[in-house]
């Protein structure tokens, strides 16, 4: 038990500097523990910050996209326009395949109803039953759901002329 050499200063230099041949002493394996529990530290810090975030959390807009200010602000002032005339849209009704056509295929809804209320006006004018189908698309591109409000159905579906 008493038969171990104590380290000389020229070993010490040796360990310190990491030259050593010394089974017995691995200066290596110290610093490897040192950095293990290092790693540890900032993986946690990683998986923290790999953490999903929503849309909502990860992206702040400081002002919207212009066109996209400009179609809020339209909306708002068609729909809160207070004492102002009430904004209309025409909707143009077009038959397709077996559906009977209209004798009016124009007319005009207020800016603010559902389209609902265009599907209503609809099976109304041809006389539908209650167990008849009837589909509407916008442009012939896309249904709209029933609570979509008009305008902005209008808004977005609208072509330009050039």
Do not use: W
Request: proline share 6%.
């Amino acid at each position: 038990m008493g038969s171990r050499n104590p380290i000389v200063p020229d070993q010490a230099a040796a360990i310190a500097s990491g030259n050593t041949s010394s089974p017995g002493i691995s200066p290596a394996e110290d610093e490897e523990q040192d950095v293990d529990s290092g790693d540890v530290a900032e993986g946690d810090d990683d998986d923290e910050a790999d953490m999903p975030l929503t849309m909502a959390a990860s992206v702040v807009l400081a002002e919207l996209p212009r066109s996209a200010a400009d179609a809020l602000a339209q909306t708002a002032a068609a729909s809160g326009g207070g004492g102002g005339q009430e904004r209309k849209v025409v909707v143009r009704f077009k038959a397709v395949g077996s559906a009977p056509p209209l004798a009016q295929d124009v007319c005009k809804i207020s800016a603010a109803r559902r389209f609902e209320e265009v599907v209503r006006y609809l099976r109304r004018k041809l006389r539908c039953r209650d167990t008849d189908s009837v589909f509407l698309y916008v442009n012939s591109a896309f249904a709209p759901s029933l609570d979509e409000v008009v305008g902005n159905l209008h808004e977005v579906s609208k072509k330009e002329t050039v």
